[in-house]
């Protein structure tokens, strides 16, 4: 079966940038029904979306976190990776890559149905 698996550094410093791969097994991430997403959820706080990347390679990032966020692909390899740039102590959050089905509306959690197992990132000097 298809499963997700992000990784990354654990503990970023402020303004450095944060990369975190999700590699897809057992799938294609270029497959027309699916597309694939970046999530997050802060300590105490609740699920934020932060982008998503289409089966055509096309991306979308919440306005939020746009100027400093991008996502992309590496086909070949079945990942996508989130990079995050200035980071302060408020992108402390878990971090989980995501599937949901590409008929579904481009921003938001419409649909997932597969979660990667979520990984811890701190911003600490």
């Known amino acids: 079966q298809v499963q997700l698996q992000e990784s990354g550094p654990g503990l970023v410093k402020p303004s450095q940038t944060l990369s975190l791969t999700c590699t897809v097994s057992n799938g294609s991430i270029t497959t027309n029904y699916y597309s694939w997403m970046w999530i997050r959820q802060p300590p105490g706080k609740g699920l934020e979306w932060i982008g998503v990347i289409l089966n055509s390679g096309s991306s979308y990032v919440n306005p939020s976190l746009k100027s400093r966020t991008s996502i992309s692909r590496d086909t070949p390899k079945k990942q996508f990776t989130l990079t995050l740039s200035s980071v302060t102590p408020e992108d402390t959050a878990v971090y989980y890559c995501?599937?949901?089905?590409?008929?579904?509306?481009?921003?938001?959690?419409?649909?997932?149905?597969?979660w990667g197992q979520g990984t811890q990132v701190t911003v600490s000097s």
């Open positions: 995501a599937r949901g089905p590409s008929r579904c509306p481009i921003m938001g959690m419409c649909g997932i149905d597969l």
